[in-house]
């Protein structure tokens, strides 16, 4: 017992100083941008770095929203495997995890198979009449979790056969962080993808709110900060993200007016299973139909209106911008603090000026979980075309019991006419 506690102790004492060095990413500035700010000083070539890279980002994201539904999914597919790859590769360095028998395979396999998982449910709930009509999927569907518990079954085996004396505790550490990274990165982007069937607007926003959250706050700072706002972040200043909270939410109350006026981003976003195509098509429900409020007297004597039209809409998206200026940032600072643990400057050198694809979307992940949690809670009831889409791929004989004892429910509250009762 005194053994244990002398080396509880000197764990205690452990100091981030403990942690191997990762060796510093390198530069991917190009050559074209480095000449061209060659007589700029430090600082206002990052300036001008990130902001050019920024506009093409933006650029890009907006190419890719014209493209579909479609697209914007492989985006955010290709967003969660690059952010994989870059935690998984820090891992990798600082552990010197070199001569780890599998470790990069079954963590790639993990990633497949919780993968495979989550997506194979989206296609059984979004899907289901596309999958009625083809024998081989609906076995697929069918047996959809015991296929993946016995995937994922597999390459838990192949950790536990993987296991090499002298390097027991490392193997641990990596299956741990290989679990916490699929948590951070393989759950949220599926909850943004569920965002995205609610409709594009719930996709857009709450994404574009932290977007303009990151880069106001940046600019603030950049002009105007001159009082720390959190040590993990020293760059970060209290004016930033003060400046950042104000602009974000006009900004939400904007973008969302000109959204809620087409029906491209407020309907829900479904599979046509006879023209194979994601289609927007609907009556815009009560919350994206233009309605009349009265000011707040208060309001009213600054304002000079005593009633106002708004889509009611435009009141959530100022939920979703608060949320993104002022607790948003927090998924920043945890990988600042994640990054300072373990001697790094970025995740990656993928994009110059920002680091990697992690270091842009550190924010997101928290927003998806809100965005989600806040439309079943406030948002979504019961969805009566989802439960048809179920109930149609029973077997005719469940659809006869269900429809009995639906129509023996409504007989005895008094719903259905005499006339039909027989």
Request: glycine residues 6%; hydrophobic residues 45%; aromatic residues 18%.
């Amino acid at each position: 017992e005194v053994d244990l506690e002398e080396r509880l102790c000197e764990l205690d004492l452990r100091s981030d100083s403990d942690v191997p060095d990762v060796p510093p990413p390198t530069d991917s500035t190009p050559e074209i941008l480095k000449r061209a700010l060659s007589g700029l000083s430090a600082r206002w070539k990052n300036w001008w770095i990130r902001g050019i890279l920024s506009l093409a980002m933006i650029s890009g994201f907006f190419l890719i929203i014209y493209m579909g539904s479609f697209m914007l999914m492989l985006l955010v597919l290709s967003i969660q495997v690059k952010c994989y790859h870059e935690i998984i590769t820090i891992g990798y360095r600082v552990y010197h995890s070199y001569d780890l028998p599998w470790f990069r395979s079954l963590s790639w396999y993990f990633l497949l198979c919780v993968n495979y998982f989550f997506y194979g449910e989206t296609v059984a709930d979004y899907f289901a009449t596309f999958v009625q009509r083809r024998e081989q999927l609906q076995f697929l569907i069918r047996y959809h979790r015991f296929i993946s518990f016995t995937l994922y079954l597999t390459g838990f085996c192949m950790f536990v056969l993987s296991l090499v004396k002298k390097h027991y505790r490392l193997q641990f550490y990596m299956f741990a962080w290989t679990h916490v990274t699929l948590l951070i990165t393989v759950t949220q982007s599926h909850l943004v993808i569920q965002n995205l069937f609610e409709g594009m607007i719930w996709f857009l926003v709450p994404i574009s709110s932290v977007i303009c959250n990151d880069i106001t706050a940046y600019i603030f700072g950049f002009f105007f900060g001159r009082t720390p706002l959190i040590k993990l972040s020293p760059k970060k200043t209290w004016e930033g993200f003060i400046g950042g909270f104000f602009s974000t939410v006009v900004f939400g109350f904007i973008f969302s007016y000109f959204l809620a006026q087409h029906q491209y981003f407020v309907c829900p976003v479904e599979y046509n299973s006879e023209t194979n195509r994601f289609v927007t098509e609907c009556e815009p429900s009560e919350l994206f139909q233009m309605k009349k409020y009265s000011v707040p007297p208060l309001l009213q004597a600054v304002l000079g209106w005593e009633t106002v039209n708004m889509y009611p809409f435009q009141m959530h998206s100022f939920a979703l911008s608060t949320f993104a200026s002022l607790i948003g940032p927090f998924g920043g600072f945890f990988a600042s603090g994640f990054k300072r643990a373990f001697k790094i400057k970025d995740f990656a050198d993928t994009i110059p000026g920002h680091g990697g694809i992690m270091d842009r979307f550190d924010c997101q992940y928290l927003m998806a979980t809100f965005v989600h949690v806040y439309i079943t809670s406030f948002i979504r009831g019961p969805n009566p075309s989802k439960l048809l889409k179920q109930l149609l791929i029973l077997q005719p004989e469940q659809q006869l019991s269900v429809y009995k004892t639906l129509k023996s429910h409504l007989v005895e509250k008094g719903i259905l006419q005499p006339s039909l009762r027989g």
